[in-house]
């Protein structure tokens, strides 16, 4: 069973940059995809990026395209996400996503929340205009 914890956010002004870091443990060699999601106060839960674990393909959302960056490292056992250039709308609990069917992607896409089946507890990420 793999089991992922949310690390880096904080507190940033307007304009500036923040990584955040998602350690998997267990056998993360299941993972199909790994995705970065968020739920700004008083919204829905919205993707913002994903990765294919195997071939390292990437997918962006549209209001993050160009000032973020989604990456694995250290042996795949870590997810990162690299942000700049970042909005008092980026203000948000970010998650970590584990997906493992590659049948359940393929159906319903990689940015959509259903197919992951795992979380972490999620990182705050405040951003003051």
């Known amino acids: 069973q793999v089991q992922v914890e949310e690390s880096g956010g904080g507190s940033v002004e307007a304009g500036g940059s923040l990584t955040l870091s998602c350690l998997a443990s267990g056998n993360v060699y299941t993972s199909y995809a790994m995705a970065w999601f968020r739920r700004a106060p008083g919204e829905g839960r919205e993707a913002v990026a994903a990765?294919?674990?195997?071939?390292?393909?990437?997918t962006y959302a549209e209001f993050v395209t160009g000032r973020a960056t989604i990456s694995l490292y250290d042996a795949k056992n870590s997810l990162c996400l690299k942000m700049d250039s970042l909005k008092p709308e980026d203000t948000a609990m970010y998650y970590c996503a584990v997906a493992t069917s590659k049948a359940h992607i393929q159906a319903i896409g990689i940015l959509s929340p259903r197919p992951y089946i795992l979380w972490g507890p999620g990182t705050k990420v405040t951003v003051s205009s």
């Open positions: 990765i294919y674990y195997d071939s390292g393909d990437t």
